[in-house]
């Protein structure tokens, strides 16, 4: 089965502190995205990557950035946490461009104060 | 451009009683259709996929889904519906041009009571 993990189930963190969420999968996928996930909002990707050192924003990337040094790991970076960043952040992976299944972590509820 | 509605906020069922949960979606040329499930305080989990072929899907946990092109739907099914049913669907659809990318309904919340 594929795994992905998240490095945080519960964060709460200040205004203006730099966050760091990290993602790792472990079944040598391709594609990472991550999603914020608000009520009546669905799933909205943030960024994505195809591709070692490769990413690409997805329909709300202002206030974030991304990284992958690794294949396995996607890190979601908030540069100075806001209130309304205030949300639940889902990591996602797939095989290839071919093989769209995601498959979740099981997220990180972050509350910015 | 693409989008996916679910037009229900909410779905109401009893146990043992038949579900359908709506997808609608628009997208240029063939999509590729998917729902997915969240129980509480747990990440997203794949239920079924359409992506071509017979236009009933039959995915996890006795779920199905029907792919109708002209009235441009995928509706969820099942035919007895269990309390542990409960929890938040989403819907989901890449368009043919989409990178990567899926389009995600805003959820529905379905609710079994005994």
């Known amino acids: 089965d594929v795994k992905v993990t998240q490095s945080s189930r519960y964060l709460v963190k200040r205004t203006g502190e730099k966050v760091f969420l990290e993602c790792v999968q472990d079944?040598?996928?391709?594609?990472m995205f991550w999603y914020r996930q608000d009520p009546g909002l669905g799933l909205r990707l943030i960024y994505f990557s195809y591709d070692v050192k490769m990413k690409e924003k997805g329909d709300i990337p202002e206030g974030y950035s991304v990284s992958r040094e690794k294949k396995e790991r996607f890190s979601l970076i908030l540069e100075s946490a806001s209130t309304n960043q205030t949300s639940m952040y889902l990591c996602?992976?797939?095989?290839?461009?071919?093989?769209?299944?995601?498959?979740f972590g099981p997220g990180t509820r972050l509350t910015v104060l | 451009a693409q989008s996916v509605a679910q037009p229900e906020d909410q779905v109401n069922v009893a146990e043992g009683n038949p579900l359908t949960v709506k997808c609608t979606y628009s997208?240029?040329?063939?999509?590729?259709l998917f729902w997915y499930v969240q129980y509480p305080n747990r990440g997203l989990q794949f239920l079924l996929k359409y992506i071509t072929g017979d236009n009933l899907v039959k995915g996890s946990y006795g779920f199905e889904a029907e792919f109708n092109k002209s009235q441009t739907s995928f509706h969820l099914k099942k035919p007895s519906a269990l309390v542990s049913d409960s929890a938040l669907y989403f819907c989901?659809?890449?368009?043919?041009?989409?990178?990567?990318?899926?389009?995600w309904g805003a959820g529905t919340k379905l609710i079994i009571k005994p």
């Open positions: 997208v240029s040329g063939n999509p590729y």
């Open positions: 989901a659809v890449r368009g043919p041009d989409s990178n990567y990318q899926l389009i």
């Open positions: 079944m040598d996928h391709e594609n």
């Open positions: 996602a992976s797939s095989l290839s461009r071919s093989y769209n299944e995601q498959f």
